[in-house]
């Protein structure tokens, strides 16, 4: 049986500059529940970078014909085995499937961000909820 070990949640309006309150959140709950779990710096490093595409994709792309009052909840959960990184947002949802992964030395526009998530962490989700939101989910996996 999987147990979860600790959860945090950080509401937030959508404006970029609070992405320093968001990181600093996260780096916070690092240090209190992952490092003494032998958590590489790597791995936060890449779920910190995760968690900021994440952040100010759902700010630019989400969100970005809704007022600065529309909220962005991110929820973090750490469990025995990993650490799943929930950010909700309230614009209307795409299909990750259709993003054409970007060609190096070829330019594209958009797309890059997608790419990255993936490649950053173990897995990433993202699906509507029944409350009309957009969830992306993004998992990384205990090295232990």
Avoid at 14 to 24: H, R, W, Y
Avoid at 50 to 61: I, P, Y
Avoid at 122 to 143: G, P
Wanted: net charge negative; glycine share 4%.
């Amino acid at each position: 049986m999987l147990i979860m070990v600790e959860r945090d949640h950080l509401t937030v309006r959508s404006e970029l500059p609070l992405l320093n309150k968001v990181q600093q959140w996260f780096e916070q709950f690092c240090l209190k529940y992952l490092c003494q779990r032998g958590w590489t710096e790597n791995q936060l490093y890449r779920l910190n970078l995760a968690l900021a595409e994440g952040f100010t994709n759902a700010v630019r792309h989400a969100h970005k014909t809704l007022p600065l009052e529309t909220t962005i909840d991110i929820e973090l959960s750490l469990w025995v085995d990993r650490m799943e990184i929930r950010i909700w947002d309230h614009g209307q949802p795409f299909n990750p499937d259709e993003v054409v992964e970007p060609e190096l030395g070829k330019p594209q526009e958009g797309g890059y961000g997608w790419f990255l998530l993936r490649r950053l962490t173990d897995r990433v989700v993202y699906e509507r909820s029944a409350d009309e939101r957009n969830c992306l989910l993004i998992i990384e996996y205990s090295r232990q």
